[in-house]
């Protein structure tokens, strides 16, 4: 996904000069074929996130589109004052392209693990929030991107996801893909949870239970008008997210509900219980330890109806 | 107007700002009265009825709570009309207590949050060098300010960037919130600190010889690749003797008429 995307940036930035990439002490190598064709748009920074984001509102205010590449906790914890400051009260075009969303860097602890990120993208005015299920969603959310104005949080998931995105759904910031149309339930899912999602879908599809998926790719703006059809339609709804369940998906989708003055369908919020996860290991042993594992998923939903 | 009677104008017109909020920072802003009446007199180059022009010399004011030198010379400069004085930190004002880019004609960048205002300039810098333009980008730091980590991070990118379209002016008053700059978090050596730091560093006392800066200016060919630090020793409260390093009148509100009557006298 992050190869893709990278990929992408590069489509974009050859055909339109205002559009520059920064990155931040990234792996060796990550750009320099990047740089060689276009070296005035492409620079490398050291490892110093405030001075990064200033900077690229700095290019930003002169009317540049700016990437700005890290790990995600970096991108997000320490600058997060220059993000609100610099360049969300002045709404400017900086595009935060976020490495290791949620637990992808599993076993490199606690310092490198992304939940909280989306939370706090989510408390920023302005801020728009794109978290894609595979490579080529995130190619398309790239390719949306130059048309937006204001800044946008790209959270990357682990790389190498199978392809649940629909070329033929299109793709449009703001907008949740209907994957699979619900009966008695409906999961909210973006990033890794998606496919998940979906392989829940078939598990209980077998056992009677219709179960729909919405891929909530833009968690920010989550427009109201964008669940409500569902609220009278189903008898459950659950979010799933790699993310603490405060501050992310699932508590966008609860305030959408508990202002909903219709009937309400049940509700749950899957993701990490508001925790640093203090477990090494790999992300899939994480995921399965704090219950978001097809399986698990799957129970959740049982014990909801 | 001769250079010190200008510096006295410019004084007046903070105060005048002042009466309409009963507050504001007025040492912060009276030691960079030199300054600012330098670079807005004989070295910016700028357009106030075209405050966009894509030529313009950038100055960003990092440290934002000296908006009020800030106002009054673009306001002296008609960037916009004096009647907005009447308006500070009020509700429908355009003048804050902390300057805000969107609503002010001839301000570069928000600031108030320390250790931004670097970074910003080094953007606008970066991007003279990208779209080959003139324009230079100048920045006014405070020397309180020097203690954030970010305005050191931002040090290291102007000189890797090789920005020598970079003036970075630091208005070493000597005195921060809590106490003197050296008692709160020592900058000494401070020239040798920016000099470390790959600039071409500069020191002027804008007490006694304020002219030589704009000598400097008049004289200045950027060394190639090499940004510049221009250290202002200033003092806080300058021009004002009952102000002069006196720390009671940092965070001073209600600020009487009496007050600015007798500040006036001293100009």
């Known amino acids: ?305 | 107007m001769d250079f010190k009677s200008r510096c006295k104008k410019i004084r007046e017109e903070i105060l005048e700002l002042a009466r309409h909020s009963r507050r504001g920072h007025i040492p912060s802003a009276f030691s960079l009265v030199e300054t600012l009446v330098t670079l807005y007199d004989d070295v910016l180059k700028f357009d106030a009825k075209n405050p966009d022009w894509k030529l313009r010399d950038r100055l960003i004011l990092s440290k934002g709570h000296g908006c009020m030198a800030l106002y009054s010379i673009l306001a002296d400069k008609n960037f916009f009309s004096r009647e907005h004085f009447a308006g500070f930190c009020q509700l429908d004002g355009i003048l804050g207590g902390h300057p805000t880019r969107e609503k002010i004609p001839g301000c570069e960048a928000s600031t108030g949050s320390l250790g931004h205002g670097l970074s910003i300039a080094i953007g606008m810098a970066l991007n003279a060098k990208i779209e080959e333009l003139n324009y230079r980008t100048f920045v006014i730091l405070g020397d309180g300010e020097c203690n954030e980590g970010s305005i050191w991070e931002a040090a290291l990118s102007a000189s890797h960037n090789r920005l020598d379209n970079l003036y970075v002016l630091i208005d070493y008053n000597k005195y921060q919130s809590y106490g003197s700059t050296n008692e709160v978090c020592d900058l000494e050596p401070f020239a040798d600190k920016w000099r470390a730091f790959g600039f071409d560093t500069h020191e002027f006392d804008m007490r006694k010889k304020p002219e030589e800066l704009k000598s400097f200016f008049e004289d200045h060919r950027p060394i190639s690749g090499t940004p510049v630090a221009i250290i202002c020793h200033t003092i806080k409260g300058q021009g004002a003797a009952s102000l002069e390093g006196n720390l009671s009148w940092h965070h001073r509100s209600k600020i009487s008429d009496e007050d600015l009557s007798s500040i006036k006298d001293e100009l």
């Open chain 1, 1 to 305: 996904m992050r190869k893709r995307g990278l990929a992408e940036i590069f489509k974009l930035a050859s055909a339109n000069k205002e559009i520059l990439f920064i990155g931040s002490d990234l792996g060796e190598g990550t750009i320099d074929e990047y740089q060689s064709v276009l070296p005035k748009q492409y620079f490398m920074e050291g490892i110093s996130e405030a001075n990064l984001i200033g900077m690229a509102a700095g290019l930003a205010m002169e009317g540049k589109q700016v990437f700005v590449n890290t790990i995600a906790t970096f991108l997000t914890r320490r600058c997060f004052d220059q993000l609100a400051m610099d360049v969300c009260t002045s709404n400017l075009n900086v595009r935060l392209y976020a490495n290791g969303g949620g637990v992808v860097y599993a076993p490199l602890g606690p310092t490198h693990m992304a939940v909280d990120d989306i939370s706090l993208m989510r408390s920023l005015p302005g801020m728009t929030i794109i978290h894609p299920s595979d490579a080529e969603e995130m190619a398309r959310a790239i390719q949306a991107s130059e048309s937006h104005q204001g800044p946008i949080y790209f959270r990357l998931a682990r790389g190498g996801e199978t392809v649940t995105s629909r070329k033929d759904l299109e793709f449009e910031i703001g907008k949740p893909i209907l994957l699979k149309k619900p009966k008695e339930v409906l999961l909210l899912a973006n990033g890794t949870m998606v496919y998940r999602a979906l392989e829940v879908s078939k598990i209980l599809e077998a056992e009677g239970i219709g179960v729909g998926v919405l891929n909530v790719h833009t968690v920010k703006p989550f427009d109201k008008q964008h669940l409500i059809p569902y609220l009278s339609e189903v008898e459950a709804i659950l979010s799933i997210e790699e993310h603490n369940i405060d501050g992310g998906l699932g508590s966008a989708t609860a305030e959408i509900i508990a202002e909903y003055s219709g009937n309400r369908p049940r509700f749950k919020r899957l993701g990490f219980p508001n925790i640093y996860p203090d477990y090494y290991g790999q992300q899939d042993l994480i995921i399965s330890k704090y219950g978001l594992n097809i399986l698990s998923i799957a129970q959740e939903v049982r014990s909801l109806l």
